[in-house]
């Protein structure tokens, strides 16, 4: 194990590899390839650890890969990939969902440089509003890891990094105009002078979109009224970050973004909103001696909606939720890393709905050891949180890694997580419970990844029980905890480089996610989860010309609890084409859905027809 300051410096560092299994990425070269599984995260164990030495099944998409697959949202671009999948309520701007590992929607907590984000009365992210021309880099963990994060890990943790400065200053910008009116443009600048660094960039996005939600001759569906017309989307978002690199290692960084969003929908109660979402951070990282390192981070993020129905006021909505972090990373000896610390969050509702209870804390304390004896790595952790509105819960994990060689490994882990019920939950008028009990988890998996100079591969199997899952209860008209849920699961991901031209990525999932409960449901399936799901990413590069296809896979679903309401499999193919003009200028053009295929991820929500879209970029290298 690498010692931990050296571990610390080795994590600022902003690898342009995208590690497989991990980690792909659509620049690999040979070089690459073989130092793909090298790429430093964070996520997966609140300490830098190297993809190859983490237990845990994660995966990194950086900025470069980010700009070649030509993405226009986060959804777009993490859609398809092992283990995820995404519902979207009728196009851009629109709510979007991920199931992660067939899990609920909000069984994954979204960290944006640390400072966890969501909506306190949903649980869920608004990932629709995310810029995604501001992100950095995405690390994707799959697995419980509430032992380290507490409530809502029980799928996974996603943590998105915004652009930080290099060296030097340089400027960036992109425009995109397409379909639908589209059109896109971001513009910033990043750098450092001396130990002083930054990120300042600003973008927007607009679009007419299309007719969002079809609703049957009885005006019955999910938006409960016929209204044939176009639902657009417009946002804006500013992003500003500022650090401070000391001699010694330590770090200061000063985290600020907003996104303002307008956005049409469907509905008879509502059919359209302003929303903002803030993130604020303060991370504090300080070296105290050769084997110690003192993080000390507070932050405060905001999810806000204001409703309206033909442009009269409806509801209200606005959550607050401030987060404060200690954790300290002790180095005994070479080979073993103690961490240990604890946790705050209070999150806030302030709502045209009268809500019993507005506000809430928790209080969490977590302990995490790393030992690296030769080729085996081992994992364990425990945390206990202390909520004062549903009591206390207690989680762990464990996992161990066995490296055969440089280049093929094996992994096992096993955690337990939760999932504290939402405001919304317990308190929305005819519909929360204030007698639900938090969900519990149970996560099994098994892995072996392998890499040489142009491949590399991993198979991940897993195993995640949940108890009380909290599901809308037809028999009673309300949220209800259901007795049990199983999720079993194959996860295949390879990477392959033909030749210095020709490049393929493959992701595919094979789930059977199951209601285990004691009642008329049981055997069926959880909604919206589709048993099979792939993606295949096929490049071609060579004298500044990249060409490429993605094809995304999804099988079919059904819609409720009751599976009555099925959703057909569908098949979608994009077409992308990229030009570098010179070291600064490159031009892009993409199509989205060539085949036109009609298909939902939700019932009555209509999806993107086919598109086209064409970029400008400028980036000084």
């Known amino acids: 194990m690498k010692s931990l300051i050296s571990s610390r410096l080795a994590s600022t560092v902003l690898v342009s590899v995208a590690a497989f ?11 690459a390839a073989k130092s793909a599984l090298d790429t430093v995260v964070v996520t997966a164990n609140r300490t830098a650890v190297t993809v190859n030495d ?5 995966k990194v998409i950086d900025r470069e890969a980010i700009e070649k697959s030509q993405a226009r949202s986060v959804e777009d671009l993490l859609r398809g990939n092992a283990g995820m999948h995404f519902t979207n309520n009728g196009g851009q701007g629109k709510a979007t969902s991920l199931f992660l590992r067939g899990t609920n929607s909000d069984h994954v907590v979204v960290l944006v440089d640390g400072v966890k984000i969501g909506s306190a009365t949903l649980g869920s992210v608004a990932f629709q509003d995310l810029p995604i021309e501001q992100i950095e880099r995405i690390e994707v963990v799959r697995g419980a890891r509430s032992s380290l994060y507490g409530s809502d890990a029980i799928g996974g943790v996603i943590q998105i990094f915004t652009r930080k400065g290099g060296k030097g200053a340089r400027p960036f910008a992109s425009a995109t105009i397409g379909s639908q009116d589209t059109f896109d443009g971001s513009a910033g600048l990043s750098g450092s002078n001396g130990a002083l660094f930054y990120n300042l960039s600003a973008s927007g996005r607009h679009t007419t979109g299309f007719d969002s939600c079809e609703a049957e001759a009885n005006l019955t569906g999910a938006c409960f009224n016929d209204e044939p017309d176009k639902d657009g989307y417009e946002a804006f978002s500013g992003n500003a970050r500022l650090g401070y690199s000391f001699n010694n290692g330590s770090e200061l960084t ?40 003192l993080k000390v981070q507070a932050g405060r993020s905001s999810d806000e909606s204001e409703n309206f129905i033909d442009e009269a006021f409806a509801s209200e909505f606005d959550t607050l939720r401030d987060t404060v972090s200690l954790q300290n990373d002790i180095s005994l000896g070479k080979h073993v890393l ?16 009268d809500y019993e209870v507005k506000q809430r804390e928790n209080f969490g304390g977590f302990l995490q050891t790393q030992i690296d004896v030769g080729e085996v790595d081992l994992e364990l952790s425990g945390r206990h949180d202390d909520n004062d509105v549903y009591g206390s819960n207690t989680t762990f994990g464990m996992g161990v890694g066995y490296s055969v060689s440089d280049s093929l490994r094996f992994v096992a882990s096993h955690g337990t997580a939760y999932k504290a019920p939402t405001f919304n939950q317990l308190y929305f008028p005819f519909f929360g419970s204030p007698d639900l009990t938090p969900e519990e988890s149970r996560t099994t998996e098994l892995g072996v990844r392998a890499s040489n100079q142009n491949q590399h591969w991993a198979v991940t199997l897993f195993r995640t029980e949940i108890d009380e899952l909290i599901v809308y209860d037809a028999d009673i008209f309300a949220a209800n905890n259901l007795d049990k849920a199983v999720i079993e699961g194959l996860e295949l991901e390879l990477a392959h480089r033909f030749n210095k031209n020709w490049q393929a990525l493959v992701d595919m999932t094979f789930m059977s996610p199951l209601d285990d409960s004691d009642n008329a449901n049981k055997g069926n399936y959880l909604p919206r989860r589709p048993q099979r799901t792939a993606k295949l990413d096929l490049d071609y590069s060579d004298k500044g010309w990249s060409i490429g296809a993605t094809l995304n896979v999804a099988g079919s679903r059904y819609d409720n609890i009751a599976n009555t309401r099925k959703l057909s499999a569908y098949r979608t193919v994009d077409l992308r084409v990229e030009k570098e003009l010179n070291p600064e200028w490159t031009i892009q053009a993409k199509i989205e859905n060539l085949s036109d295929t009609d298909y939902q991820t939700a019932s009555f929500y209509n999806q993107q027809e086919r598109s086209v879209f064409f970029t400008v970029r400028y980036q000084p290298q």
């Open 54 to 58: 983490s237990v845990s099944t994660v």
């Open 254 to 293: 000063v985290l600020a973004m907003e996104t303002n969003g307008d956005n049409e929908f469907d509905g008879n109660f509502q059919n359209s909103s302003e929303t903002r979402q803030r993130v604020f951070g303060l991370t504090s990282d300080l070296v105290l001696g050769n084997h110690y390192l």
């Open 338 to 353: 103690l961490t240990f610390g604890g946790d705050y969050q209070r999150d806030e509702v302030d709502s045209s709905t």
């Open 21 to 31: 299994s991990s980690q792909t990425s659509y620049a690999a070269t040979e070089q």
